[in-house]
């Protein structure tokens, strides 16, 4: 039987079938590639927006715990670096810089430059060194009125994200003096019309952008001031052998003019009390001004979650003006101390006041506890008269002493402002006479000696400053926002 072959025209057909097949099947691979490569590239941008939107989200982040920090530390230079010098030149505190603090009520405004409009400090990252160890952030904080070197764009090929701040009193503050809010932009370059406020100007540049804000509070070096000028948890006494005098002065009619405040009773302080010189509100009997066995400077005893065993009778009177135990309040960031481990004089003090205005100090003793040393003032500390808003006030200072750190005055100084000895059995050597114009609180007993003359004269307005604009920055619970 004979055999066909195909004819040229069916094995033409034939190869064209196949050739379409052939093309349909790389039409459809292609796209499966292209596809996939759409997927990977919309993938990769993603990621790369994730990667610039994580950058200056954390870069704000940065900013506004940055800004917390410096809120509470001494005073710094125009890169925003500690200073060192005595308070005598330029350099300003962190929130001298940026805010106004009325001494007198407390009232918290942004400073100004000429014209209107804050002063911003800001910061970029600097990831030009080969280690990551050493990048950082470079920093510039300009001072209204005086001029400053910009601040330059950090080379290398590292991430290089900036944040600019500005400080404001917005409507959800209105009514709170010791309140203000902080605002942190931020963007993944060191760029004007990126860092910019408001947020809603910041769009089309191919940055990552973020803006945060919370607002701050500042809480009081002293939450309750003293109602009288000397005010004594225990009992007061002369020492054996003392020749000194003692004077106490208070004619401030709101505290209701209180000399002296004591926990002792009036029957066993009595001896000590007809001893002191008092001057109160005119017209009210020297023995009148005298609060004596007064049960608040014994606060009761109470129960408190996490501290075994409870706290004493002590850290209970700590509480009592500074609104926390002592481990909290000396235990907080920026606490500025003085050290007193052997015997200290009062320049010692004064230093750390320059270089740390607006905070509490913090007279440290020896290691060891039964090893007693002593603070000598021997030149004045705090001022008395400074004209401010809105008259006259003084710059007060706030010296916390530690459990084994008497108190000795000399040379006739004065100290403006409140001095708190946390000595059991807290002893004053006064030779040469001496004043507190404030008040002065001992959380125990306290025995005056020596030959001088002791006088403490209430002064409210040193008070009232030290419990309105001196004290620590923190955060409001619940006023934190971001927007991306």
């Known amino acids: 039987m004979r055999k066909h072959s195909p004819t040229p025209t069916a094995a033409r057909q034939g190869g064209a079938a196949t ?25 990769q941008r993603t990621s790369a927006n994730q ?117 404001r009193r917005s409507p959800s503050v209105t009514g709170r003096n010791d309140l203000i809010q902080l605002e942190v932009n931020s963007c993944t370059r060191l760029d004007d019309a990126c860092l910019t406020f ?13 803006a945060t804000s919370v607002i701050l509070a500042l809480r009081g070096a002293v939450t309750r001031a003293p109602t009288g000028a000397l005010s004594v948890a225990g009992a007061l006494s002369f020492a054996p052998g003392s020749t000194a005098t003692l004077a106490l002065t208070n004619q401030d009619n709101t505290v209701g003019g209180v000399t002296l405040h004591t926990a002792a009773s009036a029957a066993s302080a009595a001896t000590v009390v007809a001893a002191i010189a008092k001057t109160g509100v005119p017209g009210v009997p020297p023995d009148s001004t005298v609060v004596a066995g007064d049960p608040a400077l014994q606060p009761a005893s109470v129960a408190v979650s996490g501290r075994n065993p409870a706290p004493s009778t002590a850290e209970r009177v700590f509480a009592l003006y500074f609104g926390v135990f002592p481990d909290v309040y000396l235990g907080q960031p920026g606490m500025v101390e003085v050290d007193c481990s052997s015997d200290c004089a009062a320049a010692a003090v004064n230093l750390a006041l320059s ?18 040393t002593t603070l000598t003032l021997d030149v004045n500390v705090g001022t008395a008269a400074v004209a401010g808003p809105p008259a006259v006030l003084p710059i007060p200072a706030l010296l916390i002493l530690d459990p084994n750190v008497n108190l000795a005055f000399s040379n006739g100084v004065t100290l403006v402002g409140m001095v708190y000895g946390r000595r059991p059995g807290w002893t004053w050597t006064v030779t040469g006479g001496a004043t507190i114009q404030g008040a002065a609180v001992a959380e125990t007993d306290l025995a005056v000696g020596g030959t001088g003359a002791m006088s403490v004269v209430y002064n409210k307005d040193a008070l009232t400053a030290l419990r309105v604009a001196y004290g620590t920055f923190v955060r409001v619970p619940g006023s934190w926002k971001d927007f991306q």
């Open 198 to 210: 408001p947020i809603d100007d910041r769009g089309g540049t191919g940055d990552g952008v973020a």
């Open 19 to 43: 050739l379409i097949v052939v093309m349909l099947l790389f039409f459809i691979m292609s796209m499966v590639a292209a596809y996939t490569s759409r997927n990977l590239i919309f993938e």
């Open 51 to 167: 990667y610039r939107s994580s950058q200056a989200f954390e870069s704000a982040e940065a900013g506004m715990e940055w800004a917390l920090a410096q809120l509470n530390a001494g005073r710094t230079t125009n890169a925003c670096v500690p200073s060192t010098n005595d308070g005598s030149a330029t350099d300003q505190s962190f929130a001298q810089r940026y805010l106004t603090i009325d001494r007198g009520t407390g009232v918290i405004t942004p400073r100004a430059v000429s014209g209107g409009g804050a002063v911003q400090p800001r910061c970029v990252f600097n990831s030009i060194a080969t280690d990551p160890a050493d990048w950082n952030w470079s920093c510039a904080c300009p001072v209204a009125g005086t001029p400053t070197t910009a601040l330059a764009a950090p080379g290398g090929a590292g991430p290089a994200p900036a944040f600019l701040m500005r400080f």
């Open 355 to 372: 270089r740390n205005p607006g905070r509490a100090i913090r007279v440290r003793g020896s290691a060891t506890a039964t090893t007693v």
